[in-house]
């Protein structure tokens, strides 16, 4: 609505009602609106993080919110236009129709959209309805709302029935499955009735209100994903879809995909595929993700909810450099990489014989000088390690442990019998090269510990080089191709 097509306060102080929303439709209404400039509202009043009560200008039938465009041009405080909004609903929300279901429990209906309103922003109104328990509130839809008792299972079990066969056959107007409870004179999400813990889910007969807690929001928060997509699909990041399979136990599980290099909205799964650049798969707790992906993820406003994910910025060597070396070793890469391009192989192998290479003629590649810069005397930072197996027993341990003392990295408690241990855990039947990647992912282990992780700078050669960096660097690192490499934990280097 435009400032010219905002009708003046004394044409729409009739005209205000108040309305409820579910958050789910107001984000999507938020997300819509906020280009807008005074596209905010001022006049809306949330309840547990699930529903909303907002002061609507009725127009013919369809109502949005107040925004602070109106309220600004009209000039009149927000908490006046709710005493004026209920004035005008009051008259509409008396007499409502009460309808007493009792299937087993007892349930009690009522059909208005007002006296939604007025229920959600007075709670003293069912104070002393007479129900098992404290008061329980489901407001499924604006103008429909149950009421039953915190300890009527089966009044709850009935409302949950009706809810679920609403979500699944996808109804539109359903706002919340999550009920309201109304303890200290305000309403509070409330806890579905959980299995008993002192028994096996297995033997306990427990009463089947305790299956459908879970199993209704998940359904809800699907039908909302879906449902939300297509107002989503305008914008600038990729909306992941949700797939949806079942566990044994009937529960929905959730998983969605995120490509590398792809700006994602994710919604919050159970299991996110991460797609990297060569198309390779790789499935992760949510939890997980979200750890690995750090300051790339962004929670949104949105509801169901829902994350941005930020694409990697372009990957250069120096960052890999930032990464595995001290500061002196860096400065002493910067400057043999800078020289080699100015003054050409013949002049680099005079200046910096250590870190030349002898097999190739036109000086060694930028990567090369990185890890010679990573040993002595820069100091050690990055270690090496024969494809076929240590020099000397303890020999990958020790460069771990040098790396984590030059870098400055809490250094974990080693385990003196990792490399027997690791032998010990190897077949008899094991080949040649088997005990470089035990060795590997049992290192990563330890420094797990400490928050570390083994970053494995695979090239096209038979060594493994390697360096330790924190689980936030592993996270931006993995998966990275650089020019002649390709960076992240020993199941990447060792192709499996």
Known sequence: ???????????????????????????????????????????????????????????????????????????????????????????????????????????????NR???????????????????????????????????????????????????????????????VRPLVLADGAWHAFDW???????????????????????????FWIAWYRRQAAALAGGPARVARVDVSESLDGLPILSASVTEG????????????????????????????????????????????????YPRQPHTIDDLAAAVLTDRGQRVFREAVAYLRAAGPESFRRRYRDLDDDFADDGPSA???????????YPWTIGWCDWAGEDEVGQVRDFVASGCRNLGLAEPVWDEATEDR???????????GDYPPALFRDIDTQLRTVGLRLLMISEDSDMYHFAPVTAETFAALDGVEGEGYVLGGIDRAAGG
């Open 367 to 377: 990567l090369s000088i990185l890890l010679k810069a990573g040993q002595h005397p």
């Open 262 to 309: 792809v700006e994602t909205l994710l919604p919050e799964v159970d299991q996110v595929v991460r797609i990297d650049p060569r198309g390779v798969s790789t499935s992760m707790p949510m939890a997980q993700f979200l750890a690995d992906a750090g300051d790339r993820v962004h929670q949104t406003d949105l509801l169901p909810r829902r994350y941005l994910v």
């Open 1 to 111: 609505m435009t400032t010219s097509a905002i009708p003046s306060f004394d044409e729409a102080k009739g005209r205000l009602i108040p309305r409820v929303f579910g958050e789910t439709q107001l984000s999507i209404l938020r997300s819509e609106h906020r280009s807008r400039r005074g596209a905010e509202w001022p006049a809306v009043w949330r309840i547990a993080g699930e529903l909303c009560v907002a002061v609507c200008l009725d127009e013919g039938g369809n109502w949005l919110p107040v925004t602070q465009e109106m309220v600004d041009q009209w000039r009149v405080e927000p908490r006046a236009l709710w005493s004026i909004a209920f004035d005008n609903s009051r008259d509409t929300a008396k007499g409502v129709a009460v309808e007493e279901v009792r299937p087993k429990g007892s349930v009690l209906r009522h059909e």
């Open 422 to 432: 690791v032998t010990a855990s190897l077949a008899e039947t094991a080949r040649r």
């Open 193 to 219: 009735p959980a299995p008993s813990r002192s028994r096996s889910r297995l033997l306990a007969r427990e009463h089947p209100v305790v299956s459908f807690g879970p199993r209704l929001e998940r359904h």
């Open 114 to 176: 007002d006296w939604a309103a007025w229920l959600l922003t007075t709670p003293s109104l069912v104070e002393k309805v007479r129900v098992k328990g404290s008061p329980v509130l489901f407001v499924p839809m604006a103008e429909e709302v149950y009421l039953t008792g915190s300890h009527d299972l089966d009044g709850l079990a009935f409302v949950a029935q009706l809810l679920e066969y609403l979500v699944v056959r996808g109804d539109e107007d359903v706002l919340t």
